[in-house]
């Protein structure tokens, strides 16, 4: 089940959000708890005794890191690593097994492995991050440890964010799972910003989705054309895909009194690599840096030490969304261009003109999804090699130019979604007209997903595989 189904949307949520509200707010935990788990195990029911078992797990572990962290630090970091390894051993198994394995076959003698073909569980990257930032922030003193084990578990489970984040920490909400607020403006402040989610990925992923789907199944060579209508067509898809499942988790979050941060910040209109990740999934950037880039040492080191952590912490960034070289390449490409702009050039985009650090940026981040978006590392290589003619293939096909005529109103309108310029202008109205003009919105959407959703079968989940 995901946030833009038509049964997530008629029968999940406002049966959540009815017997949420009608219960006193002592049971809220509880109520949340076991709907959170309905939501999980809707489509994997077998994953429940996994997520259950790794809750009861980092409980204890919370629990033993609290009650040592004053009187006996080398117990406390004790139930800290083995909580670390755990939590990693399991991530490791369900997710990067077989992906060890196909490497080891490739080894003279250990070619006949067999992988194991375990299912990846829905959304185990988001919550192991946040058991794992939860151990810590007690160790740290940045947070108690959790002595109810419903509301460690409503922690974990949350359903608005379980699946597709943001990635929450614990010390960011931990007040909230036992004392929030509930009031009409709060719930509609939600609202809004769920169906503005909503929008972002009925009405705009969903609909340049096939743009991308069409250019990666061809097999025929890419041309220039083709190559840059494909990557751009995921470049938006990913965006509006990923950002709307954020921003419906943090309308659903406010429906439910919690208040989580923003995780995207119009990334498309940075001027520089670095500027694109202070902008693009920001709880992923920022969980990175607080808990392993700043341990490491960070940038307070040798300049050969400040490299190294830079690399070690981009690998296992782009290793985090899934079990393959092209993910990690991914991750070091970044971080190549982030020492990169740190050395020099980014003083360099700072005096040049707005409109050439923008497109500089543009052009790195679309060759960066050429390397994230296809799934081997040789289909990379077609679409680079058409997108810059060095395939024979040409500048444009018949073809082509249909998929551009046809698509190109669309990406006019996904390019101006993506400029901050239009919720500025929706804040400055007046309240007597921004009033109406929200609930016309609001109303507008609904029927729009709805149609969409039911009269189309294509509702992906792009999230999902990480």
């Known amino acids: 089940m995901v946030f833009s189904s038509p049964l997530f949307l008629f029968l999940y949520l406002p049966i959540t959000l009815l017997i949420y509200y009608v219960s006193p707010f002592r049971w809220r935990n509880i109520v949340l708890f076991v ?3 309905i939501f999980y195990g809707w ?4 994953y429940l005794i996994l997520m259950v078992g790794s809750i009861a797990m980092d409980y204890f572990f919370g629990l033993k890191v609290e009650k040592h962290r004053h009187s006996n630090d080398k117990r406390a970091r004790l139930y800290v690593i083995l909580s670390m390894v755990c939590n990693l051993v399991i991530l490791g198994i369900f997710k990067y097994l077989d992906f060890i394995i196909e490497n080891l076959q490739l080894i003279p003698g250990l070619s006949g492995l067999e992988t194991v073909g375990l299912a990846l569980p829905i959304g185990i990257s988001f919550y192991t991050f946040q058991k794992m930032s939860y151990i810590i922030d007690v160790y740290r003193g940045d947070a108690l440890g959790q002595k109810n084990f419903i509301s460690f578990g409503v922690y974990v489970t949350l359903f608005p964010q ?6 929450v920490k614990y010390k960011d909400v931990d007040d909230q799972l036992t004392y929030r607020t509930h009031t009409v403006e709060q719930f509609a402040s939600g609202v809004t910003i769920f169906t503005a989610g909503l929008a972002k990925k009925v009405l705009l992923a969903n609909a340049i989705g096939p743009l991308w789907d069409y250019y990666n199944a061809t097999g025929e060579p890419l041309t220039v054309l083709g190559s840059w209508l494909g990557l751009l067509a995921y470049t938006f898809q990913i965006y509006f895909d990923f950002s709307g499942y954020s921003d419906m988790a943090i309308g659903l979050g406010r429906m439910l009194g919690f208040e989580f941060k923003i995780n995207f910040n119009y990334p498309y209109i940075a001027r520089s690599i670095t500027d694109f990740w202070r902008r693009w999934h920001i709880s992923m950037t920022s969980w990175f840096r607080e808990y392993l880039y700043i341990p490491l040492g960070g940038n307070r080191c040798k300049k050969s030490r400040w490299f190294l952590n830079i690399f070690i912490v981009w690998a296992v960034s782009g290793l985090w ?15 190549i261009i982030l020492v990169v702009e740190r050395l020099w050039l980014g003083k360099v985009l700072a005096k040049i003109p707005r409109v050439l650090s923008h497109i500089y940026s543009i052009i790195l981040i679309v060759v960066g999804w050429s390397i ?10 077609e679409f680079l090699m058409g997108a810059f003619g060095l395939n024979g293939a040409g500048f444009a096909g018949a073809g082509d130019v249909y998929q551009f005529m046809c698509y190109l109103p669309l990406l006019v309108v996904l390019v101006l979604a993506s400029l901050p310029v239009w919720t500025q202008k929706y804040r400055a109205l007046p309240a007597h007209i921004k009033a109406p003009l929200t609930w016309i919105l609001l109303i507008a959407v609904y029927l729009l997903a709805t149609a969409s959703l039911v009269d189309s079968t294509y509702n992906p989940f792009l999230y999902f595989r990480f």
Do not use: C, D, K, Q
Not at 321 to 330: K, L, Y
Not at 372 to 381: D, E, H, K, M, V
């Open 35 to 37: 709907f959170n788990l």
């Open 43 to 46: 489509g994997e029911p077998v």
């Open 162 to 167: 379980l699946i597709a984040g943001p990635i």
């Open 321 to 335: 969304h899934g079990a393959s070289w092209n993910f990690v390449i991914w991750g070091v490409y970044f971080a």
């Open 372 to 381: 994230f978006a296809p799934n081997t590392l040789g289909r990379t290589g």
